[in-house]
């Protein structure tokens, strides 16, 4: 399995990006996007469940927006009004068993990851 995010680069805040990740040779149920900013750990953003359910953490509720094609094998992250705070290295995630919702958030949960999309956000 392999995953290729794309999409980073410099944005002014209050600005937008939009991310991608495709995945190689199968649809996942479980697709969620971490990031990790310089000196902290890797943190949840959010989740896309093959129901169509979105979760997110709450400092990019009503920013950030999760999206899916399927035939495409693909998830995206509409990043809005981005801050200096949302500036990371953001990485795809994917997980091929049913998770618990209390454990969206933990790294080790998820099988597989891409190789992580630099995003800078200036002021």
């Known amino acids: 399995v392999q995953l290729q995010a794309s999409g980073g680069g410099v944005v002014q805040a209050g600005g937008s990006l939009r991310l991608s990740c495709a995945a190689s040779?199968?649809?996942?149920?479980?697709m969620a996007w971490f990031r990790q900013a310089p000196g902290k750990d890797r943190e949840f953003v959010g989740i896309s469940l093959s129901g169509g359910s979105t979760y997110y953490v709450d400092s990019v509720n009503s920013r950030f927006a999760i999206s899916r094609d399927n035939a495409k094998n693909t998830v995206y992250l509409q990043m809005n009004s981005v801050k200096p705070e949302d500036t990371a290295v953001y990485y795809c995630?994917?997980?091929?068993?049913?998770?618990?919702?209390?454990?969206?958030?933990?790294?080790?949960?998820?099988?597989?990851w891409g190789q992580g999309t630099l995003v800078t956000v200036s002021s």
């Open positions: 995630a994917v997980r091929i068993a049913k998770l618990y919702s209390g454990n969206y958030h933990v790294p080790k949960e998820y099988d597989y």
């Open positions: 040779g199968r649809t996942f149920s479980i």
